[in-house]
């Protein structure tokens, strides 16, 4: 039987675990967190068969160790783990930004014995947080993006990686790390971004209450994923700025455009962005 340790039980962490258990797929599955009343629950809830506070030990005799913390946590825990890696071990993690990882990971991996790391991202998850956030469902009908460097492309490891994510129910794509960054700062990063914005400016002043009363779905809708750990997009946004930049331009440029015309009173050119912007996001979901 395969052994899985998962490193970080939270949402996305939790998450596997339950997975696993809930297909009946043939892994044993261990733990880390650093709280004992995470491990503990973790433990009852049936996400892991066992959950250690000594990250060497739920690495030990791992076949695959799945990184589930802050992207800038990583290359230290990786870093703590590589004596107690097995030959042939595969490493992976679930962060939403891959081309810093590859390059940090890269510089020790040689350390590894053996062992090989290769990038994912599973495109799921949810504003809300932690352990109790967890589901068994999170990864179905996912897009998880594998990010192998030239060394792991056509590789065993990659073969197993697809196999793991699809055992789940995620669909696989496969990206360098350099093209997963672009992607998701377009289509994942930006719209954190521009949510943290909406809230802040309807937010902006001290008449929370009296604003907050006349927000309805569309104000939920679009802030959303705003409520995110501020933690976990930090890390994003270091480790993907540059492309987030060159999004922000992008979008600058639009709101530019739709400012412009409600300034000059140019109303018909605004009934062609709205237009633009309801075929885009047609168009977009459709794919």
């Not at 009296?210 to 270091?238: K, L, N, Q, S």
Request: proline share 3%; hydrophobic share 45%; aromatic share 6%.
């Amino acid at each position: 039987m395969k052994k899985i340790s998962i490193i970080g039980l939270g949402l996305m962490g939790g998450s596997i675990g339950l997975a696993l258990k809930a297909r009946g797929l043939s892994w044993v599955v261990h733990g880390f967190a650093r709280r004992e009343e995470t491990r503990q629950e973790a433990i009852r809830r049936g996400m892991v068969d066992e959950a250690y506070g000594d990250i060497q030990k739920a690495v030990r005799d791992a076949d695959l160790v799945v990184f589930c913390t802050p992207i800038l946590t990583i290359p230290d825990l990786a870093r703590q783990i590589w004596t107690a890696l097995k030959q042939g071990a595969l490493v992976t993690d679930v962060g939403s930004t891959k081309s810093y990882l590859a390059q940090t990971i890269s510089a020790c991996q040689e350390e590894w014995g053996g062992a090989c790391f290769i990038g994912s991202h599973p495109i799921a998850g949810s504003e809300q947080q932690g352990l109790d956030a967890a589901r068994a469902d999170l990864y179905e009908g996912a897009m998880t993006v594998i990010t192998p460097e030239k060394k792991t492309m056509d590789s065993k490891p990659l073969a197993l990686l697809q196999e793991f994510w699809k055992s789940l129910g995620s669909a696989v794509s496969i990206m360098s790390p350099d093209q997963h960054d672009a992607m998701m700062a377009r289509t994942s990063h930006l719209p954190h971004v521009l949510a943290s914005i909406l809230a802040l400016t309807v937010g902006r002043d001290a008449s929370d209450a009296t604003v907050g009363a006349y927000c309805g779905t569309g104000f939920r809708d679009t802030t959303r994923v705003a409520e995110g750990a501020p933690d976990v997009w930090h890390d994003i946004v270091v480790t993907n700025a540059a492309a987030l930049e060159m999004e922000l331009e992008a979008c600058e440029q639009v709101l530019r455009a739709m400012k412009e015309a409600i300034t000059k009173k140019e109303f018909e050119r605004v009934r062609d962005l709205l237009a633009q912007g309801r075929e885009a996001r047609i168009r977009l979901l459709a794919s």
